[in-house]
C-alpha cells in the first residue's frame, strides 16, 4: 500500500515539451495522445493538435484502490480509452491489486472534455460520472453546491473538490494533496477564459483564490494552452501549431491576478486582454468571428505558428 499522506507534496517533473502541432507543411509526427509522468502515480496526457484544435490536457490520479480519469478529451475514438488502459495495466504490474476501479469525472461538460466517454462505457470496474450538474453534485456528495469541499478518497489519496461555476453550470475543482496540484479545468489556465454566467465565475474566483491559499499548492493546473509567450497575445481559435506555447501550469499568484482582473471588468461584457489570459464576458460574438477569420487567413498566409 502507497502511503500518500505521510509524503505529500511528492516532488514531480514538469520539464516537458508539450506536443503542439504541426508546421505548416510538414508531416505529423506527434503521437495521438502524449503522456506525461509528473511522478509514478501522477499522469498528464495531452490531446494532439491533428485530432483536435482544442488539444485538451487530461489528468489521471492513481489511488490504491482506484483511479481518477479528469476528462476524456475532444474526439469520439478510442485513443484515450487505449492511453488510460495501458497506464493502468502498467501500474498495476508495479502495484498489484487483486482489483481495481477507475472512475472518469469530468473538470466540467463542454464537448472537448467529454468526448470521448462513450469509450470507457463498456469498460469492467469504470464509473463514468454524468456532465450534467446534478449528477456532479449527487456523485461527489455535494449538500451545499457550490461552496462546500467535499472529501474524494481513491484509496488513501484523498482529493478535495469544489464547485467552480461560471465557466460552465458544473465546473468543479481538484486539489490534490499529493502533488499540490490545483485542477482548474477551463476556469484558470494560460487561454481565454469563456465566461457564461459572470457573477458565478465572480464569485467562483473568490472561494478558489482563498482556497488555494489556505492550501500549500505547487501548481494550477488548467485544460488548455492558448496564449502565446508574448503577454496579451494568444493563438486564434481553431490554431493548428503553437510552437512559442507557455508552460501549462500556472501559479496561485496567477489564479489571484485572474481572480482580481475578473473583478475589474464584472461590469463591462466584451474581451478584455490580460497578460496570461485573456476573459471574455459574455458571448463576444464579434470577436469570436473575428478569431476564426485571424485563423483563416494565417492559414491562407501560411503564417499558421508564426508568435501572434
Excluded at 465566461?195 to 488555494?212: C, G, I, K, M, Q
Excluded at 500549500?216 to 481559435?237: F, K, L, N, Q, W
Excluded at 460574438?285 to 485571424?294: K, P
Amino acid at each position: 500500500m502507497i502511503d500518500f499522506s505521510a509524503a505529500a507534496r511528492v516532488t514531480g517533473d514538469l520539464d516537458v515539451r508539450w506536443i503542439h502541432g504541426t508546421a505548416p507543411g510538414a508531416a505529423n509526427t506527434d503521437p495521438a495522445v502524449q503522456v506525461h509522468a509528473y511522478d509514478s502515480h501522477t499522469y498528464v496526457l495531452r490531446q494532439s493538435k491533428a485530432a483536435s484544435y482544442e488539444a485538451p490536457f487530461i489528468y489521471l490520479l492513481f489511488g490504491n484502490d482506484r483511479a481518477m480519469l479528469l476528462d476524456t478529451g475532444a474526439t469520439k475514438d478510442f485513443a484515450i480509452r487505449q492511453t488510460v488502459d495501458e497506464l493502468v495495466s502498467d501500474w498495476l504490474e508495479r502495484n498489484p491489486r487483486p482489483e481495481y476501479g477507475l472512475v472518469v469525472a469530468h473538470t466540467h461538460g463542454h464537448g472537448d472534455h467529454v468526448a470521448g466517454d462513450g469509450s470507457f462505457a463498456d469498460r469492467p470496474g469504470t464509473t463514468v460520472v454524468a456532465r450534467e450538474p446534478d449528477a456532479v453534485r449527487e456523485f461527489f456528495g455535494f449538500a451545499d453546491w457550490p461552496g462546500e469541499v467535499v472529501t474524494f478518497d481513491l484509496g488513501g489519496r484523498l482529493l478535495e473538490v469544489t464547485g467552480i461555476p461560471g465557466h460552465h453550470a458544473a465546473s468543479i475543482a481538484i486539489y490534490d494533496p499529493w502533488t499540490g496540484f490545483l485542477l482548474t479545468g477551463d476556469t484558470v489556465y494560460p487561454g481565454r477564459l469563456y465566461v457564461v454566467d459572470f457573477p458565478e465565475f465572480a464569485a467562483s474566483l473568490d472561494r478558489l483564490a482563498e482556497f488555494a491559499s489556505a492550501r500549500a499548492v505547487t501548481h494550477v493546473m488548467g485544460c488548455h494552452i492558448e496564449m502565446s509567450r508574448r503577454p496579451r497575445r494568444d493563438y486564434p481559435i481553431g490554431s493548428l501549431y503553437q510552437p512559442d506555447e507557455p508552460a501549462l501550469q500556472m501559479t496561485v499568484a496567477q489564479l489571484w491576478t485572474v481572480r482580481d482582473a475578473a473583478r475589474s471588468v464584472a461590469d463591462r461584457p466584451g474581451v478584455h486582454k490580460f497578460d496570461d489570459f485573456i476573459i471574455y464576458n459574455g458571448p463576444c460574438r464579434a470577436a469570436v468571428i473575428g478569431q476564426l477569420a485571424r485563423s483563416a487567413w494565417r492559414r491562407l498566409t501560411r503564417r499558421e505558428g508564426v508568435a501572434p
